[in-house]
């Protein structure tokens, strides 16, 4: 009897706590469900926008292609993502420029966080930005330490301002690898890599302590060539020549605001409130809050912008591939080979989409998932105008499934090619035999092991995955040289692996012409022959805040920090990135089509 009461006491006591847990669950999922709905209820009030206002690009957000949306933990940490989309930052220059009630930009670099978007959008970005400008309207700029990217965008602007104690980044540009050889080895991890181009290093990471002379030669090419667009560009607009800007960079790399000044980088330094009261002198005080100017920020004018836009039942189709590419469905921020097949397929079948425009911003990956994704490009070609456009990078497996299209195109700086292919296995037989692990076998063939992670691979397996990937490297020529109208022979002297910037990609046949996301989709209306009379939509569909926290409630994810690293601690923030990206190599054959290492411009 005794036990019995301890055993209905217990259970009492786990129902009582297990009852309040899920109240505790219950009331946070209210909460939170409310403050979304609250939240998309401001997002659906009707923005004024003053006349004379001042639209404000916040340079500390990076610019992506989509934005994939935010986590639970990062909804409850606040906004930790910072992200704006592209299209959303085209748009609203785009209407600015024609909006007389919007008199200037304002490029904010005012927080000190530095964002991380790649050149090739920014040049997007800094084209439309132009047009503002040639529209007779003013561009004002201010920061405090500008990067690269920074005064890559901020040189288009009429008046740049630069804080006293500031400095302008201005030393070049350089590519930086980590090399695992000598840990690889130093732990017992034995590496394979079987290959075709000679500019193909992908892998050279694990097996080279540093760069073999074919990669250097492809990146220091690769690497002249973005850095001579970087000083043309902001030499036009700032009325510098290439060498006075290469001069700075030999001379100083980085200079104080005075020096900034004495050069013609900048026009003159200010403080915060300085800028502030510059730009209401443009626009006037705000009506509710009398110290700031009447301003607008980019998001929210995008928003009104977009109220203005005309329906259609006639649509032309955005599909981002955006990351690396592996089999399967894929994680966030991959493209799954399964997953865009099949988008491509659904938008094949919709009858309402005229034409599609396949954003890709991808290093590769995946040789079948690359393929899987080209073979419903190409079926969708045959019915609909498929148009290419190429943001910072779509190399190796990214150029892949760009190939059967009516028009590539990219921007002069943006990385591509990368034609060859890539076999990659390890083994742990060292490291295992090192801490008394040893493996035996028995097998009725002689290659029934050949994928066994217990031992370095025979000569024999050796050679049959060099002839797996001859195959496939011989198929990419092929279909390069079939999709882009070359001769085979052409194809294999501009392929190797190598890696090309958008300019000469042109000149060798590999794209079409030099433009951006906006060109790509106005060339699809016009080979659609849709006149005005369509309508844009973007996929894939990011799931909404509510699927997200229903799919994220039961799991957890590491919430990322907002605070800012210290040198060490990015330092191994690096190496952890680099051997992440081993996660995505899940090829059925190991079989990849790739750009080196993570390719990261600095």
């Known amino acids: 009897m005794r036990q019995f009461l301890k055993q209905a006491l217990a259970s009492t006591i786990g129902s009582l706590l297990g009852l309040s847990l899920f109240s505790a669950v219950s009331l946070t999922l209210v909460t939170i469900t409310i ?55 085209l748009n609203a220059i785009d209407a600015a420029t024609k909006d007389k009630r919007i008199v200037a930009i304002y490029l904010d670099g005012s927080k000190g966080k530095q964002a991380n978007t790649g050149f090739a959008t920014l040049k997007e970005v800094r084209t439309a930005l132009e047009r503002f400008r040639a ?73 080279l302590a540093k760069f073999s002379p074919e990669a250097r030669q492809e990146t220091q090419q690769l690497l002249n060539n973005l850095w001579n667009e970087f000083k043309t560009a902001i030499g ?18 980085m200079l104080t605001a005075a020096q900034s000044i004495q050069n013609k980088l900048v026009d003159r330094t200010a403080y915060l409130d300085e800028v502030l009261a510059e730009l209401k002198k443009i626009s006037g005080a705000d009506e ?9 920020s980019i998001g929210d004018y995008a928003q009104t912008a977009n109220k203005t836009s005309t329906s259609s039942s006639r ?29 491509v397929r659904e938008l094949r079948l919709d009858k309402d989409v005229k034409a599609v425009v396949l954003r890709v911003n991808s290093p590769g990956g995946s040789a079948l998932a690359s393929d899987i994704i080209q073979r419903e490009v190409r079926l969708l070609h045959k019915e609909k105008p498929v148009i290419i456009s190429m943001g910072d990078v779509a190399a190796s497996g990214g150029y892949w499934i760009s ?10 700086n943006t990385i591509t090619g990368s034609i060859g292919v890539i076999s990659i296995n390890y083994n742990y037989q060292k490291l295992a035999n090192n801490n008394g692990i040893t493996w035996d076998v028995v097998k009725t063939s002689k290659l029934a092991d050949s994928t066994t992670l217990a031992r370095p691979r025979t000569p024999q397996e050796l050679a049959i995955s060099q002839q797996m990937v001859n195959d496939i490297y011989d198929d990419f020529l092929n279909k390069v040289a079939e999709s882009r109208k070359l001769p085979k022979e052409k194809v294999a002297e501009i392929a190797q692996g190598r890696v090309w910037s958008g300019t000469d990609a042109k000149k060798i046949g590999l794209v079409d012409e030099i433009g951006g996301l906006n060109d790509a989709i106005a060339h ?50 690096k190496v952890k990135t680099e051997l992440n990206a081993l996660k995505s190599f899940n090829d059925p054959h190991g079989i990849y089509v790739r750009l080196p290492f993570n390719f990261k411009l600095d």
Do not use: H
């Open 288 to 296: 509710e809050d009398k110290t700031s100017y009447r301003k607008i």
């Open 135 to 207: 529209a007779g309207k003013q561009i004002i700029a201010y920061n405090v330490d500008l990067d690269k990217r920074d005064y890559y965008l901020s040189s288009v602007a009429n008046r740049i301002f630069i804080n006293p104690m500031g400095s302008v980044d201005i030393n070049g540009f350089r590519s930086e690898t980590m090399f695992f050889k000598n840990a690889f080895n130093k732990y017992g991890i034995g590496v394979e890599v079987v290959r075709v181009g000679k500019y193909k290093s992908f892998g050279e990471a694990q097996t």
């Open 524 to 573: 699809a209306v016009k080979t659609a022959k849709l006149g005005k009379d369509w309508e844009l939509e973007e996929y894939p569909v990011v799931e909404s805040w509510e699927e997200k926290l229903i799919k994220q409630f039961g799991g957890s994810q590491e919430i990322r920090s907002l605070q800012s690293q210290d040198p060490l601690t990015t330092e191994l923030l």
């Open 403 to 412: 190939t059967y299209s009516n028009k590539i195109f990219a921007e002069s």
């Open 315 to 343: 649509k032309i189709a955005v599909i981002y591939a955006q990351g690396n590419i592996v089999s399967g469905e894929g994680l966030p921020g991959q493209i799954g080979g399964d997953s865009l097949a099949r988008q």
């Open 236 to 253: 036009t607009s700032r009325q510098l020549t290439p060498e006075s800007i290469q001069k700075m960079a030999d001379d100083r790399g």
């Open 35 to 89: 403050g979304a709905l609250i939240q998309s209820a401001a997002n659906n009030e009707t923005i004024k926008v003053p006349e004379k206002s001042i639209l404000t690009l916040d340079l500390s957000r990076s610019i992506v292609d989509l934005n994939p949306g935010k986590s639970l933990q990062e909804t409850l940490a606040g906004d930790a993502t910072r992200v704006t989309e592209l299209k959303t930052v």
